[in-house]
């Protein structure tokens, strides 16, 4: 049975990936559904949802189509959110390999560095990196990656160290193999699948960090976020919620969908937590 076979096996995974699939459409599809720039001005102001067909969800304050703001925020999220869970396992991985198949002073040395970034909430690390450096996209992916990339390292360190003292790995040695092609070919393959289970979770965790980020004002004005949705909505949320409950809610669907996609991505990888699959 295929990976996405015993993925879409459970429940967890099916409604996870299902969730994916449509916000991905939505963030693809964005600008044929709403063709044009989301933040321009596009009609009356707080006009609320389902009294217009040309604006089914309503506009803001400015007049800003809210429907245009959620699709392309679908495209925002997902797209730094991805972005900086790969960023952060790439890093994680090489400082994790590099730790567990070195050991010695070099072990030491890269797990002081892991533990350095792990004693700072990694919301606050990036709240000052974005601070410091400057707003940008880049600059949001990069900070949320080095927050987030001390786990991966652990547990990569974990798996090889583990996997180092299995008797194939000794055979590779005894015939005389490199070892960065022991590395890379006996241990990295059998390492991976409990790292990758986790990068789920680092995609919701970055998502959620983008979209604070934004709240705070610190994300990238020129684009529509979902957390400068909320924001913008927080001044007239008795008279106009919809302004802050619509990106919430989608804000939540996201996060949700990545947590069951996380859940049946470690059954399928056969790292369920211990519970029976």
Do not use: K
Not at 36 to 50: H, Q, T
Not at 91 to 119: H, K, N, P, T, Y
Not at 147 to 168: F, H, K, M, N, S
């Amino acid at each position: 049975m295929s990976g996405l076979q015993r993925l879409l096996g459970t429940w967890e995974g099916m409604a996870g990936f299902a969730i994916l699939v449509i916000l991905l459409l939505f963030g693809l599809l964005a600008p044929i559904i709403s063709p044009g720039d989301p933040l321009r001005i596009a009609g009356r102001a707080l006009l609320a949802p389902f009294t217009d067909p040309a604006f089914p969800l309503g506009t803001d304050r400015l007049g800003r189509d809210v429907l245009a703001g959620l699709l392309y925020g679908a495209r925002t999220s997902l797209a730094v959110g991805l972005a900086a869970a790969f960023s952060a396992m790439v890093l994680g991985v090489c400082v994790g390999m590099a730790a567990g198949f070195s050991g010695g002073f070099v072990d030491e040395a890269l797990m002081r560095v892991v533990d350095a970034f792990q004693i700072v909430p990694g919301f606050l690390l990036a709240l000052a990196f974005v601070s410091t450096i400057g707003v940008s996209t880049p600059i949001v992916v990069l900070a949320i990656a080095l927050g987030a990339w001390a786990d991966p390292a652990r547990l990569t360190r974990a798996q090889v160290l583990a996997i180092r003292e299995q008797d194939y790995v000794a055979s590779a040695r005894v015939i005389g193999m490199h070892p960065a092609e022991i590395a890379f070919r006996e241990i990295l393959p059998n390492a991976l699948p409990p790292v990758l289970a986790l990068s789920a979770t680092i995609v919701a965790g970055a998502i959620l960090t983008e979209a604070a980020l934004s709240f705070l004002g610190l994300g990238n004005p020129n684009i529509a976020t979902w957390g400068s949705m909320i924001a913008e909505g927080r001044s007239v949320l008795r008279s106009a919620a919809y302004l802050s409950v619509l990106p919430g809610a989608a804000l939540a669907v996201t996060v949700l969908g990545v947590h069951l996609f996380s859940e049946g991505l470690g059954r399928a990888l056969g790292d369920d937590g211990g519970r029976a699959a």
